[in-house]
T-cell receptor, first 111, second 115 residues
Framework: SQQGEEDPQALSIQEGENATMNCSYK?????LQWYRQNSGRGLVHLIL?????REKHSGRLRVTLDTSKKSSSLLITASRAADTASYFC???????????FGKGTKLTVNP | DAGVIQSPRHEVTEMGQEVTLRCKPI?????LFWYRQTMMRGLELLIY????????DSGMPEDRFSAKMPNASFSTLKIQPSEPRDSAVYFC?????????????FGPGTRLTVL
């Protein structure tokens, strides 16, 4: 299985702090994506990083990818209470539209 | 665009009853995915379609589950007969397909409770 595994399972921080979540996967990938899920809602795509990229930024999000270690990290800077959600990484294999999701990191940002 | 639309949002039924979940993907999207989410197993892909044709149904748990996509704007996931262990949130998602980034757009989900 090439399922991503997020670490930690849960993270609680204060507003204004940075939050870092990690994802490890097992097999080679075409790209890796991060999604957010607010309680009771569907997943929302945040950012995609291709296998030939090492770092990508989008607003307060920074994603890194290390294909030699089969791992990725998502950094949310200057967190806000509204960032409280579960965050999932998803991986794919070239030639397929199928994504495999990890079990997620539950982030709580305390005001 | 309204995004991916799912109905119903909540369904409570009794064991043995038939359940039908519905999904309308984003217009112009070629792929449609059905997922199931539980605390124990996380998000599992059940089946996905390309241009209305099922491509991979290896995630469908049993013969009690079936999915159809009669046209590009509608899909159903049916469970017959339903069992308590089918209780979960079922998501439908779509993406634009080959040649585009394969980010998926999710619907709000259907929370199914089987008593």
């Amino acid at each position: 299985s090439q399922q991503g595994e997020e670490d930690p399972q849960a993270l609680s921080i204060q507003e204004g702090e940075n939050a870092t979540m990690n994802c490890s996967y097992k097999t080679s990938i075409n790209n890796l994506q991060w999604y957010r899920q607010n309680s009771g809602r569907g997943l929302v795509h945040l950012i995609l990083i291709r296998s030939n990229e090492r770092e990508k930024h989008s607003g307060r999000l920074r994603v890194t990818l290390d294909t030699s270690k089969k791992s990725s990290s998502l950094l949310i800077t200057a967190s806000r209470a509204a960032d409280t959600a579960s965050y999932f990484c998803a991986t794919d294999k070239g030639g397929s539209e199928k994504l495999v999701f990890g079990k997620g990191t539950k982030l709580t940002v305390n005001p | 665009d309204a995004g991916v639309i799912q109905s119903p949002r909540h369904e409570v039924t009794e064991m043995g009853q038939e359940v039908t979940l519905r999904c309308k993907p984003i217009s112009g999207h070629d792929y449609l995915f059905w997922y199931r989410q539980t605390m124990m197993r996380g998000l599992e892909l059940l089946i996905y379609f390309n241009n209305n044709v099922p491509i991979d149904d290896s995630g469908m748990p049993e013969d009690r589950f079936s999915a159809k996509m009669p046209n590009a704007s509608f899909s159903t996931l049916k469970i017959q007969p339903s069992e308590p262990r089918d209780s979960a949130v079922y998501f439908c998602a779509s993406n634009r397909g080959t040649g585009f980034p394969n980010e998926q757009f999710f619907g709000p989900g259907t929370r199914l409770t089987v008593l």
